[in-house]
């Protein structure tokens, strides 16, 4: 019988050391969760029979090191939580490894090519349904320009003008600012606002677009402080003709805290809205677990989020390999959150998760095992030579 007993300690020990030797192979492998060989007493009826494996656990819970990769779309989860892909079959799996990029069809995608799932773009300050994420990857429209913000200093120190206006005549104004506005194709057109000291307190502003002649548009009037009075029109409207096949539309320049201070001319804001029709240019990945669309033009819009899924019981997943899992009754149900939110952890864009086995406690894991191996195999020599001696005897 003990021939039996130390056997079973050898094959356990061969078992338990398939895991030791996995997990130090897997020390560099991203989203790896050690492995951990749980020895069990064997009985026949009520007289001990050995020794076996009875499992092997995944250390899930415990995090592994953030490593800086700089790549747009890889992300590391600070806390609990897993990326959910699906996979052509439909199956939902659950991973720490944030490799992500996207197919031929836009479709975000990890690094198995399963698509990753995550909430659509928000629609009035709410989420969209949870499902794939595609990504855009053709034009954005134009979208034309509606307001201007202007805000500055007109110079107190100019001359007050008294003669005719004209935008030829330098000598008639006394600065010009030219801001950018695009119709509804997104063509491009130049505002040209002239301003003209008009009185002590008042600047009159006419307005030209692109070459056509400059017509005044508004008084601004101004406190004896150099603030903007509080009767200044609110906002005074530019038309843009209409051009090239686009429609005509007007443009809104708003004056709120422009100053008349003594010193030169100085603009802290031109701002106006709108923009041309832009290319999609690539894609990267918010902390908050949104998807950012960038284009040519500058612009950017936000195309999906990160769905993060949390366990009650984790530890209990179904391991379909080393990285990556499956729900199960023991572990309980996937509660979907986007990352921050409730037991979801928050996202390290840029980064990814390294392996959590500790190189040291598996080596003095494998001298452990050596020792074992020995002591089991002397056993086995022992009662060979005792055997051998009883028959020598008989």
Known sequence: MSFDIALSGIQAINEQLETVSNNIANAATYGFKAGRANFSSVYAGTKANGVEIGSVTQNISQNGSTTTTGRALDAAIDGRGFFVSRDTQGGLTYSRVGIFSTDTKGFLIDSNGKKIQGYGPANGGALG??????????????VATTGVAYVGNLSADAKVHTG??????????????????YDS?????TISAYYVRSGDNSVDVYYGVDSAAA???ATLTFNTD??????APAAVSVAIPASNGAAAGTVAFTYTGTTLFAGDSTTTTNRSDGYASGAFVGVSMSADGSLVAKYSNDQSQVVGTIAIASFANEGALTSISDTSWSANASSGAALYNTPGVGLAGKLS????????????SELVGLMTSQRNYQ???????TESQMMQALMQAL
């Open 129 to 142: 349904a949870m499902g794939d994420i595609q990504v855009p990857t053709g034009q954005i429209p134009a």
């Open 375 to 381: 002591a089991n195999s002397k056993v086995l020599t």
């Open 164 to 181: 005719t206006f004209s935008a030829s005549d330098s000598s008639t104004y006394d600065t010009v600012k030219q801001s950018v506005a």
């Open 185 to 189: 194709l997104g063509n491009q057109h």
């Open 349 to 360: 864009t840029g980064a990814l998760e390294g392996s959590n086995v500790d190189i040291t």
């Open 215 to 217: 017509a005044k548009g």
């Open 226 to 231: 150099g603030s903007l009075k509080s009767t």
